[in-house]
């Protein structure tokens, strides 16, 4: 069974301001590895690059978060943690940084339901 | 017949790369060696566009869901790389399904495609067992759909959760699948299916297309030849 990391937090609001800290958090280390992010009424919207050429590709899709904010099964709410992804690899103290707020980070079990 | 017959030769003349094209009714064709129709952050796949004409773009505005680009080959070919990720595509409508795959879930469930909302219950799943080395291919959940379900290997079957048997594929899954609908099916998600992506993709894509309507048995080996040559693939003809 495979799992992923996880950030859990005991309410909606937490989970919003952690999440809105860790997108801050990826613009400014998206534009100091080149790439363009532009400020939409607040939403901070990552320009993705042509993997052929490597130009800016801003009618393409925007990446406008990290995750969505879900609901855990025991009223927590939560969402994936930047540990899975090897291009973040200090996020961390990053995060520590900005004053985020404290969480849990724990693995998750995905299920492969049979249908 | 004679014309359609031509028609097929005169496909076999042209560009090897143009042939999903020339077979009509193509909604959706996605084409990971194609990285111009790659847009990308640090290697995240944030859009990969619709080659067919019609503009289906597969896209991914949350990074924790994006596959990744670049991070593996197959037959020297770039690959789209999904860790339990997942694309967008705008609702598309499809009789015959055709993929090729690197790898796949070697433990569970494989969303190839998915619907949502009201076709949730409409998806394409392979599912493996490595104790048994089996591959499943799983086709909508109301019997009678599915026409025939083809894989590269010569194995074939009908029925909505099929069973191909021993494919000797427990350490090496790449092929090329082939799904042949009798009704139409709907499709919101590439690698997912569910409300909102329930289940993910854990796997890599190469290439796969869509068209609305059932291909004969000669389109259908003029493309599972066309990927077979392409990604260093198997593909018996039917």
Do not use: C
């Amino acid at each position: 069974m495979d799992t992923y990391l996880i950030l859990e937090f005991k309410s909606h609001h937490d989970a919003t301001q952690s999440l809105n800290t860790i997108n801050d958090m990826a613009a400014s280390w998206w534009v100091a590895q080149g790439y363009s992010v532009l400020d939409n009424n607040g939403v901070k919207e990552l320009i993705g690059k042509n993997a052929k050429t490597g130009q800016d590709q801003p009618n393409k899709q925007r990446v406008i978060s990290w995750d969505i904010i879900r609901e855990g099964e025991n009223g927590t709410f939560y969402f994936a943690s930047l540990s899975n992804d090897p291009r973040f690899p200090n996020w961390k103290d990053d995060y520590g940084a900005l004053g985020g707020l404290a969480y849990v980070e724990r693995a998750l079990s995905i299920v492969s339901q049979e249908v | 017949m004679l014309g359609f017959l031509n028609g097929i030769a005169s496909a076999n003349q042209r560009s090897a790369s143009e042939i999903p094209t020339q077979i009509g009714g193509l909604q959706l064709w996605l084409d990971a060696s194609d990285q111009a129709s790659i847009t990308q952050a640090g290697g995240a796949v944030i859009q990969w566009d619709d080659k067919s004409g019609h503009g289906f773009h597969a896209t991914q505005a949350t990074g924790a869901d994006q596959p990744l680009t670049n991070s593996d080959t197959l037959n020297g070919l770039n690959v789209i790389q999904y860790a339990n990720d997942f694309l967008n595509i705008p609702p598309t409508s499809y009789k015959t399904l055709i993929f090729a795959v690197k790898s796949l879930n070697m433990l569970g469930i494989s969303p190839i495609v998915g619907g949502s909302g009201s076709f949730d219950n409409e998806y394409v799943f392979v599912n493996s067992n490595k104790l048994d080395a089996d591959y499943d291919i799983s086709v909508d959940g109301s019997a009678g759909k599915i026409a025939n379900v083809y894989f590269g290997e010569g194995r074939s079957g009908y029925g909505d959760n099929i069973n191909l048997g021993n494919t000797n594929a427990q350490n090496e899954s790449a092929a090329i699948w082939a799904v042949d609908y009798t009704t139409t099916n709907h499709a919101d998600y590439i690698g997912a299916f569910g409300q909102g992506g329930t289940t993910k993709l854990s796997g890599k894509i190469a290439e796969m297309m869509f068209y609305d309507r059932r291909l004969s048995p000669q389109e259908f080996n003029l493309i599972g030849q066309y990927l077979a040559d392409k990604w260093s693939l198997t593909w018996t003809h039917i």
